[in-house]
């Protein structure tokens, strides 16, 4: 599935940013089947898992974005997105926005996240 991420850009400490992710050319339906995540890639550190909301809804997040960051996911819209409140400097990253379906993964293009004052 294409995936096109959005959303990304400059934030103060403590500000908040919506990253989106859409699937404009997946079936609806199919996308629905996707666990559909976000994972970042900090300068010099190797790419890590953000959160994940699976095809059941259910949604994981990684400890370090636990209360902060909310992943959702709109099957009708097939888009799935992150709300990040309370950014920290140690959430500047590249994000990603992932799919998977069994042994199948797609990535979109990153989006630049960058919190600093």
């Known amino acids: 599935v294409q995936l096109q991420a959005s959303g990304g850009g400059l934030v103060q400490p403590g500000g908040s940013l919506r990253l989106s992710c859409a699937a404009p050319?997946?079936?609806?339906?199919?996308?629905?089947?996707?666990?559909m995540g976000w994972y970042r890639q900090a300068p010099g550190k190797e790419r890590e898992l953000v959160a994940v909301?699976?095809?059941?809804?259910?949604?994981n997040y990684s400890d370090s974005v636990k209360g902060r960051f909310t992943i959702s996911r709109d099957n009708s819209r097939k888009t799935v997105s992150l709300r990040m409140n309370s950014l920290k400097p140690d959430d500047t990253a590249v994000y990603y926005c992932?799919?998977?379906?069994?042994?199948?993964?797609?990535w979109g293009q990153g989006t630049l996240v960058t919190v600093s004052s």
């Open positions: 050319r997946a079936i609806f339906s199919v996308f629905s089947t996707y666990d």
């Open positions: 909301v699976e095809s059941s809804g259910i949604t």
């Open positions: 992932n799919a998977k379906r069994g042994l199948n993964t797609d």
